[in-house]
């Protein structure tokens, strides 16, 4: 079982930045697709972006042009960039990876980290 573990969260002023950080319990070579989710309260948990094993990312249309995400093989990190951010962002972001079992694939789960964009 793998496990992700994201750090980064916080409280900020709107228009600022933050960068958050999710590391596996093994190298970052053998997981397939990773993406970042994001649940505000009240809402359903959507995709915010997503990054191929091979570097390839792409974006959910509210956070085109603002967020970058990255993977980091040396860092063995996962990172989400964000600026100009909004009060719209606010919410538990979460880290997902994709990675295989045999053939099995399997999706996991960090626990997610809060955060919190005041206007």
């Known amino acids: 079982q793998v496990q992700l573990v994201e750090s980064g969260g916080g409280l900020v002023q709107a228009g600022e930045s933050l960068t958050l950080s999710c590391r596996p319990s093994?190298?970052?070579?053998?997981?397939?697709?990773m993406e970042w989710h994001r649940q505000s309260t009240g809402k359903q948990r959507e995709l915010v972006a997503r990054?191929?094993?091979?570097?390839?990312?792409t974006y959910g249309d509210t956070v085109k042009g603002r967020f970058t995400i990255s993977r980091d093989s040396a860092k063995n990190t996962m990172s989400l960039q964000m600026t100009s951010l909004e009060a719209g962002d606010t919410a538990v972001y979460y880290c997902?990876?994709?990675?295989?079992?045999?053939?099995?694939?399997?999706?996991?789960w960090g626990q997610g980290t809060q955060v919190t964009v005041s206007s």
């Open positions: 990054i191929t094993s091979d570097g390839s990312p």
């Open positions: 093994r190298s970052i070579r053998t997981l397939d697709d």
């Open positions: 997902s990876a994709k990675y295989f079992s045999g053939l099995r694939p399997i999706r996991t």
